[in-house]
């Protein structure tokens, strides 16, 4: 009995090869298309699953935030009454029972501005002539000056603060006045019968 094989010629046998060789690397190539469209979708899921996980972090974290920010703006108030408190004090004063006071609410307002900034809570009080952030300070008034540049802080009237890089209240200022507006207050003070030259009273 003769193998059917031996009829084929070799031309077609090669033919035949050569058309299941090329039906393999079709499929081969659709795979790696299918696995590199998979691995591209599972990337995808995995940045879109981090980029939740991140925005969640950031929610949760702004809202804790926002309400430790409420509660420290309520205990600033309690720092300023304090600090308040013990400027009027008399400095002359001899009394026994007034300085164990004043020791006692300067232990308090000590005791609280370490625990502002255990919690993140940081003072903002620029000095003369640093120069004026609208983001952490707000101008009350424009005084001349010729010690500090225009428009730079000239005095703090009261601090600021701020959390975890948030501003909970600017710093209030006193700037010095540019140019133009330092020439026009001098004129009107003048007019108004003050020396020329002479500075505002701050502490008024």
């Given at each position: 009995m003769t193998d059917e094989t031996d009829d084929i010629p070799f031309s077609a046998e090669l033919e035949l090869m050569e058309g299941a060789a090329d039906e393999r690397g079709a499929e081969i190539a659709r795979l790696e298309a299918e696995i590199a469209q998979l691995k591209d979708q599972s990337l995808r899921f995995a940045a879109e699953a981090e980029n939740v996980r991140r925005r969640a972090e950031r929610e949760m974290n702004d809202a804790r935030a926002y309400a430790i920010q409420r509660f420290a703006r309520d205990l600033l108030g309690v720092s300023d009454n304090l600090s308040r408190?013990?400027?009027?004090?008399?400095?002359?004063?001899?009394?026994?029972a007034l300085k164990s006071l004043v020791q006692g609410v300067e232990m308090t307002e000590k005791e609280l501005l370490q625990a502002?900034?255990?919690?993140?809570?940081?003072?903002?009080?620029?000095?003369?002539?640093?120069?004026?952030?609208?983001?952490?300070?707000?101008?009350?008034?424009?005084?001349?000056s010729g010690d500090v540049p225009p428009g730079s802080v000239l005095q703090t009237l009261q601090p600021g603060w701020e959390l975890f890089g948030r501003i909970v209240r600017p710093a209030m200022v006193i700037t010095a006045a540019r140019a133009a507006a330092a020439n026009e207050a001098q004129g009107a003070y003048a007019q108004a019968g003050g020396p020329a030259g002479e500075s505002f009273d701050t502490k008024a």
């Open positions: 408190a013990l400027k009027a004090v008399p400095a002359d004063d001899a009394d026994p502002f900034e255990r919690n993140g809570l940081k003072r903002v009080e620029p000095a003369a002539g640093d120069r004026f952030d609208p983001n952490l300070h707000q101008a009350m008034m424009e005084q001349p």
